[in-house]
């Protein structure tokens, strides 16, 4: 299996929701990692867990709140958003220190849309 | 000055050519990553390196460390290529970050 899978593949939500992202992995990888997306912009890092702790957050507001409940799974909880936050929401994951021949893994993505 | 860069920003090309994308970056890194994203969708990893040269079907990737350049050539182009295609690097820092480039808009013409 090397497949990061993402569910729900779109999602709708308005300001006042709670939903939540899900990332599912069974390849071993013990890094997993939450991207933003914007459209025609590359992805921008948002979190990075590393043996299911969370090693970088790069400043990403409240209203995202990542859980790492396993090795294989990563949540990513919405509450509040603003339309602004709208976008392609992507996970992915690798060994958590890149080695020779180690490509990183990334989902479809949960393409996320604010009303 | 972006960490990494790539160009062109756009590029098309009839069936058949071949193609050559080009990133350089400006911080020292662990490796380089190529990246496939087709329109409204995931990324694919196509290449991870850190010296040397790449193949894989009509696809190379080369990198200059020395240089802080890295190339991606698409042999024997096909409509199916069009998509973009994002350099990235991982910097010596941070050994689980990755730096990306603005991309580059392929579009292959039949």
């Known amino acids: 299996d090397t497949e990061v899978t993402q569910t729900p593949k779109h999602l709708v939500m308005g300001m006042t929701n709670k939903k939540s992202l899900k990332c599912e992995q069974h390849m071993g990888h013990r890094a997993m990692y939450w991207y933003k997306q914007k459209a025609k912009k590359p992805p921008e890092l948002m979190f990075v867990?590393?043996?299911?702790?969370?090693?970088i957050n790069e400043s990403v507001p409240s209203r995202f709140s990542p859980e790492c409940p396993n090795s294989s799974l990563l949540n990513l909880h919405l509450h509040a958003l603003q339309p602004e936050d709208s976008a392609l929401y992507l996970c992915?994951?690798?060994?958590?220190?890149?080695?020779?021949?180690?490509?990183?893994?990334f989902g479809s993505g949960t393409q996320l849309s604010v009303l | 000055k972006n960490e990494v860069e790539q160009s062109p920003q756009n590029l098309t090309a009839q069936e058949g050519e071949f193609i050559t994308i080009n990133c350089s970056y400006s911080?020292?890194?662990?490796?380089l990553h190529w990246l496939q994203q087709h329109p409204g969708g995931g990324i694919v990893s196509l290449f991870m390196?850190?010296?040397g040269k790449k193949k894989h079907g009509r696809l190379i990737a080369t990198i200059n460390i020395q240089e802080k350049h890295s190339s991606l050539h698409i042999t024997a182009s096909h409509p199916r290529d069009s998509a973009v295609y994002i350099c990235?690097?991982?910097?010596?820092?941070?050994?689980?970050?990755?730096?990306f480039g603005a991309g580059t808009i392929l579009r292959v013409k039949s």
């Open positions: 911080v020292g890194i662990s490796a």
């Open positions: 990235a690097v991982t910097p010596e820092e941070y050994g689980n970050k990755l730096v």
């Open positions: 867990y590393s043996y299911e702790k969370l090693s």
């Open positions: 992915a994951s690798s060994h958590p220190r890149q080695r020779l021949n180690e490509k990183l893994f």
């Open positions: 390196l850190s010296s």
